[in-house]
Nanobody, 124 residues
Framework: QLQLVESGGGLVQPGGSLRLSCTTS????????IGWFRQAPGKEREGVAC????????IYANSVKGRFTISRDNAKNTVSLQMDSLKPEDTAVYYC?????????????????WGQGTQVTVSS
């Protein structure tokens, strides 16, 4: 069974940057479509970014487009989310999720395996 582990969360000031990582052991992340999601208190989980297993193509939520970048490092078996120009409204628990290769999606129901999440807090 695919088990995902996120890391890299923390406290950052508005305008700052963080880099989240998602990894697993025993399986190759390159075989899966990977998505990043977030959930703020009292809000539904929302898709942030998704990267293809095949060609590295990606999609982003409008709220993060131009500020966040999703990428793969196959040598490290890792998918990263580089977050720049962070805003207080980016504060949430961030999750990575995996699914078999299919059309890119930002819908949580499209994904089968989830990590435990990492907290990102943007505050001065």
């Amino acid at each position: 069974q695919l088990q995902l582990v996120e890391s890299g969360g923390g406290l950052v000031q508005p305008g700052g940057s963080l880099r989240l990582s998602c990894t697993t052991s025993g399986l190759t992340l390159n075989d899966f479509t990977i998505g990043w999601f977030r959930q703020a208190p009292g809000k539904e989980r929302e898709g942030v970014a998704c990267i293809s297993s095949r060609d590295g193509s990606a999609i982003y939520a409008n709220s993060v487009k131009g500020r966040f970048t999703i990428s793969r490092d196959n040598a490290k078996n890792t998918v990263s989310l580089q977050m720049d120009s962070l805003k207080p409204e980016d504060t949430a628990v961030y999750y990575c999720a995996a699914t078999v290769p299919r059309l890119l999606s930002l819908k949580p129901y499209s994904f089968d395996a989830w990590g435990q999440g990492t907290q990102v807090t943007v505050s001065s």
